[in-house]
């Protein structure tokens, strides 16, 4: 009986987290080529682009829920379920972010200034990584939940590494970037602009070590 209600388990909220996870991940490049398009000023695909991943955070949203209110009552979890709910919230976040610092960056429509266009992009493509990474984690936790085999739990704690190097660099260049802002901006209202995109962006990484944090308690024994 324990066997049936934990593979009934498995079925639901992991399955289920595995979805939300791949929605995080179709953002990841979607997010990227919005602000290469955004970048360059040619583009004429950025507002379609920032629909996209807002269509995509939505659906998101919409399985979010769906896990919070089906988690079944009393049945027997592989994980606390306070430690499952605070991974969903981190991945959550990931979308979140994404969405932000796209919403921030259409507030200035003529692109990004030539001294930091491609500060910018080398720092999106530092956070796209562990975005991108999320849904092999769940993947990985999911196998590993199911059978408790030792090598899964190997390859999530290798890929937590991962994640937490992609994020210290993605850190390291933010407060770079921050620093070439202040020293060759010198309009007031731009360099406000700059730093909170450069924020927005540099959360996304944070996020993803977060929920890569929250997964490491979750396996951990």
């Not at 606390?80 to 979308?95: A, H, P, S, T, W």
Request: glycine share 2%; net charge neutral; hydrophobic share 40%.
């Amino acid at each position: 009986m324990r066997l049936r209600l934990s593979s009934l388990f498995l079925k639901s909220p992991f399955e289920n987290l595995q979805k939300h996870a791949d929605k995080v991940k179709e953002c990841a490049q979607l997010f990227k080529e919005a602000v290469v398009c955004h970048i360059g000023e040619e583009c004429k695909q950025f507002d379609l682009l920032t629909e996209h991943v807002a269509r995509l955070e939505s659906e998101a949203d919409e399985i979010k829920r769906n896990i919070r209110s089906h988690l079944p009552r009393g049945i027997l979890m592989p994980v606390d379920k306070f430690q499952f709910f605070q991974y969903l919230r981190e991945q959550d976040k990931v979308l979140d972010e994404v969405e932000d610092a796209l919403f921030w960056l259409s507030f200035r429509p003529k692109g990004i200034p030539d001294e930091v266009s491609a500060d910018i992009h080398h720092l999106v493509e530092a956070v796209v990584p562990p975005i991108e990474r999320l849904a092999d984690l769940v993947s990985l936790a999911t196998l590993y939940f199911r059978s408790k085999s030792e090598e899964p739990r190997t390859k999530i704690k290798s890929l937590i590494r991962d994640i937490r190097q992609y994020e210290r660099e993605a850190d390291h260049m933010e407060r770079e970037l921050k620093f070439k802002i202040f020293s060759s901006i010198k309009d007031a209202m731009l360099v406000f602009h700059l730093i909170r995109l450069v924020e927005h962006i540099g959360n996304i990484a944070d996020h993803a070590q977060n929920a890569s944090d929250r997964m490491r308690a979750m396996i951990a024994r």
